[in-house]
């Protein structure tokens, strides 16, 4: 179970890296903002696996609060791109 929960905790750091490297590369908000996303989901992933792993509950809650708000904040700065419109 540890090998499995580190090497996704690996796989979800070199996404969020590579991540970091397309908004540096983006030319347009909405290409950085669905990037942004993927790296704060890429956050929450790894704080979702080490409260695994460690067995914290408290983390495995900051986890499940942060995908919560995050569904909220890509909503909302979905409408903000789209100026309201759908």
């Known amino acids: 179970m ?3 929960v580190w090497t996704t905790v690996g796989i979800l750091l070199l ?5 970091l490297v397309r ?3 983006a030319r347009d908000d909405a290409s ?8 704060y989901f890429c956050a929450v992933g790894i704080f ?4 695994m792993a460690s067995g914290s509950v ?3 809650d900051v ?11 890509t909503v909302s700065l979905a409408r903000i791109l789209t100026r309201g419109q759908r």
């Open 23 to 25: 908004v540096m590369t």
């Open 32 to 39: 950085v903002a669905a990037v942004s996303d993927l790296v």
């Open 48 to 51: 979702l696996m080490i409260g």
């Open 2 to 4: 540890s090998l499995i």
């Open 63 to 73: 986890a499940s609060l942060s995908a919560l708000v995050g569904i909220l904040a």
């Open 58 to 60: 408290v983390l495995l």
């Open 15 to 19: 996404a969020a890296v590579l991540g």
